[in-house]
C-alpha cells in the first residue's frame, strides 16, 4: 500500500464548519498544499513547522479505529489540500466498504476519481484576501466532473473584495448549495472566550451584510464552531 | 381569508438551529401553543404576556415584502406551534406561488395538509426536562404522514434524562436526520457575552457527551446561533 503523509488524526468531535455542520466526525489531516493562504489557520501543514508521518491507509484507520471510529461512522479527510494524495483513494475505499461516510474540503485546484466517492464535498476557493488566484475555467470543468455527487461552494469572507468574489461564485454556479464563513484574522489569539468574542462579531458583521445582500438570496451564513467552542487549538 | 393570529414578523436574519442552520430566513411567529415547557425561550406565545395580531395573509406578505422578502427567498413559520393554525395554509399556497423556500418548527402534535408543501421540517419532541410527555403513536403516525417530505428530528438537552430520551428517538427512527441541541436554562440572562459563555459551555458539553456515545453514531450537534450572537433578545 502507498504511504500518505499525514500530519493529525483526531476525533471523535463535530465538524465545526459547512455544509456537514455539527456532524460527529473524525480527521484525518494530510500534510501538503498547493496553496499558501496570508491566513491559513492550518499553515503547519505546508509551512515546514510541523513533520508528518508517512502512514499506510490500514495504519490510519488503525488509529481511527483505536480512538473511537465505531461510535463515529464519519471521517473528515482535510489538508492542506487532500486532493494532493492519490493514495487516499485507498483509504477512502476501505472507509466506505465499511460503511463509513467521508467528507472532503478542498480548494479545488487538484482532481483526483476517488472525490467521487465521497459523500461531502465542500468546494472552498480562496478569496482576495488570500492571496491566491483562482483560475475559474479549472474550476468550471473540476464542478463538471463532480456531476450529480453532493458538493457545495463555502466562501471564508474577511472584507468586502471578498464578499465581491463569493458573490461572483455565486451567481456562476446558481445551483449549487453555498456558504459563507467569516474569516479569522486572530489565529494567533490564545485566550479562548477572547477568541469566541472575536469571532462572534465577525459573525454579526457578515450576517448583517449578508442579510442586505440582493444577490446571495440563498446563502447559508455560518461561523467556525470548533474555534467558537475551543478557540485556536490544534486537534479539536 | 382568514386571519392568523401573529406575534412577531422580523428579519431578514439567518435561521439559528437544526437543519437549515445559518440559512438566511424572515420568520413569522404565531401565537398559541398546546404545550407550556418549562424552559420555552418563547412563552410570550402562551402565557399572555404578549397580544397577537388578527392578520390575513396578504396582510402578513406585505409586512414581509416592506422588510425585506426580496432580498431573502425563505421564510420560517415559528410559534408557539405553527400547525395549531389551518389558516396559515393560504400564506403557505401564496409564498410558494412567488417561489419563496419555507421552513417550519413544530412538536409534531397536531397535523395541517399545508406541512406537504413546506421545504424543511423541523420535529421537536420535548424532553422530559419540558414537563411534557410524548405521545409516541401519535408521533408515528405523524412521520407516516410526511412521507417523502424533506424532514428531521431536532431534540433539545438539558440532562442525562433527556439525553436518554433523544437515544430513543434516535432509535425509533434510524432513518430521519437527527440534530441535538444544548438547553438554555438562562434565558432570562440579560447579558449578551454571559449568555453566550454559558451557551458555549453548554455545547460543548453536549459534544462531549455525544462523541462519547456509541447509540447516536450519526448525530448532528448544534447550538442556538441567534443566542450566541444576540442572546436572549426577543426579535432577532
Not at 454579526?204 to 447559508?220: G, P, Q
Request: proline share 5%.
Amino acid at each position: 500500500m502507498a504511504k500518505i503523509p499525514v500530519l493529525e488524526i483526531f476525533g471523535p468531535t463535530i465538524q465545526g464548519e459547512g455544509m456537514v455542520i455539527g456532524q460527529k466526525t473524525m480527521f484525518v489531516r494530510t500534510s501538503g498544499c498547493d496553496y499558501s493562504c496570508a491566513w491559513c489557520d492550518s499553515a503547519f501543514t505546508w509551512d515546514g513547522s510541523q513533520k508528518p508521518t508517512l502512514l499506510t491507509p490500514k495504519a490510519i484507520i488503525e488509529e481511527l479505529d483505536r480512538l473511537g471510529l465505531s461510535r463515529t461512522g464519519h471521517v473528515t479527510l482535510s489538508g492542506g489540500n487532500p486532493l494532493l494524495h492519490k493514495a487516499l483513494g485507498e483509504l477512502v475505499t476501505l472507509l466506505k466498504k465499511r460503511d463509513i461516510s467521508l467528507a472532503v474540503e478542498t480548494q479545488a485546484t487538484f482532481w483526483q476519481d476517488w472525490l467521487l466517492e465521497i459523500d461531502d464535498i465542500t468546494l472552498s476557493p480562496k478569496p482576495p484576501s488570500s492571496g491566491m488566484t483562482t483560475d475559474f475555467d479549472k474550476l468550471d470543468s473540476f464542478i463538471d466532473k463532480l456531476g450529480s455527487a453532493n458538493y457545495s461552494l463555502k466562501i471564508v469572507i474577511f472584507d468586502e473584495a471578498d464578499y465581491a468574489f463569493a458573490k461572483q461564485l455565486y451567481v456562476r454556479y446558481p445551483n449549487v448549495p453555498f456558504y459563507i464563513q467569516p474569516g479569522n484574522a486572530e489565529t494567533e489569539q490564545s485566550d479562548e472566550r477572547a477568541a469566541s468574542a472575536y469571532l462572534l462579531e465577525r459573525y454579526e458583521w457578515l450576517i448583517e451584510r449578508a442579510t442586505n445582500c440582493d444577490t446571495m438570496i440563498h446563502a447559508r451564513v455560518l461561523p467556525q464552531l470548533h474555534t467558537l467552542v475551543w478557540g485556536n487549538r490544534q486537534g479539536v
